[in-house]
């Protein structure tokens, strides 16, 4: 059985307690439990102050067989900031931008920029899958999307791992291959019908809204929309056409990480669980959370656990 634990974001203290909490004991060396294994949903760096010690404690679970994992939106951003561009040797694939540096600071900060310790840690990100398919559940960062998943099929291993080869492709913008590890990394967009747009909360207007993407009939532009419900009205009433949406009718359950909700922890559905509820912040608000998996193919509001 297995317990899936969200998004850390260097808390390696707070992710203690969870696993205290969850029934893990600490042997010496890391942190196991009797019977049961932990799945962590990625995005273990950049904002908190503990990313080092969380890079270790995940690492040293997931290589005495304890745990397992996937890649975040943010361990892909690391790689694409620390690996050279393939035609332009001066240039990385994510480019080193004001904006980029600095969602990344706390990170280069703590970890020293090209430090051994750096380039250890990148080359463990680059081991991540982007996501698990087990036997009777699934596991992804934002979203669980056949075409995607597809599209990324030729240039993943056996182990659903980026190739080498692969990274400059992933991380050229505009690219399907880009737009593929987007939608897993981040979530699905999908564009406003007829030129209509929204603003952001920095005020910009946008085109394109993040989705429920596990919602399914009857779904309009204001229903599936993820923002906060005051911009959310903002959006058309309108139908979404069916094939802009996926929905999620397999048996499996997928558990994700990424959207930063807010409030007690629930179902998305009854096959969907998010278990991010924004670490960064302190109780009440933010919670460091894990679903207790039954071996249930239904989800349930009464596994959820969070510190
Ligand atoms: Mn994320």
């Known amino acids: 059985m297995y317990d899936i634990i969200g998004d850390i974001h260097g808390h390696a203290s707070r ?6 909490k969850l029934g893990y004991d600490h042997d010496g060396h890391s942190w196991r439990h009797p019977e049961r294994h932990a799945i962590f949903l990625g995005d273990f760096i950049d904002r908190g102050p503990e990313q080092v010690e969380t890079y270790e404690l995940v690492r040293r679970m997931i290589e005495r067989g304890s745990a397992l994992a996937v890649m975040g939106n943010h361990e892909f951003n690391a790689v694409a900031f620390k690996t050279p561009h393939p035609d332009r040797p001066d240039e990385r694939l994510r480019p080193h931008s004001e904006k980029n540096r600095q969602q990344h600071a706390a990170f280069l900060d703590q970890v020293g920029e090209d430090s051994d310790l750096h380039d250890e840690m990148i080359a463990w990100f680059k081991t991540l899958p982007l996501y698990l398919d087990l036997e009777a559940l699934r596991v992804v960062h934002a979203c669980w999307h056949h075409w995607a998943l597809e599209t990324l099929g030729p240039l993943t291993d056996d182990g659903q791992r980026l190739t080498e080869r692969a990274w400059p492709e992933v991380a050229q913008k505009g690219s399907e291959a880009y737009e593929a590890v987007e939608t897993v990394l981040k979530g699905l967009e999908i564009p406003l019908p007829d030129g209509a747009t929204f603003l952001d909360k920095e005020r910009n207007e946008r085109r394109h809204i993040r989705t429920r993407w596990w919602d399914e009939g009857q779904a309009t532009y ?12 903002t959006l058309p009433d309108e ?4 094939h802009e949406l996926p929905g999620y009718q397999d048996d499996k359950p997928v558990f994700v990480g990424h959207y930063w909700l807010r409030g007690t922890p629930q179902p998305m559905s ?8 924004t670490v960064t912040e302190p109780l009440p608000t933010g919670k460091l959370t894990a679903y207790r998996w039954d071996g249930l ?11």
């Open 239 to 242: 139908e979404v056409p069916t």
């Open 270 to 277: 009854s096959k969907v669980a998010c278990v991010d509820y």
């Open 297 to 307: 193919q239904r989800i349930s509001g009464e596994r959820f656990v969070w510190v």
């Open 222 to 233: 204001r229903s599936i929309a993820m923002m906060d419900e005051q911009t959310r009205a």
């Open 15 to 20: 992710l203690e307690s969870l696993l205290q």
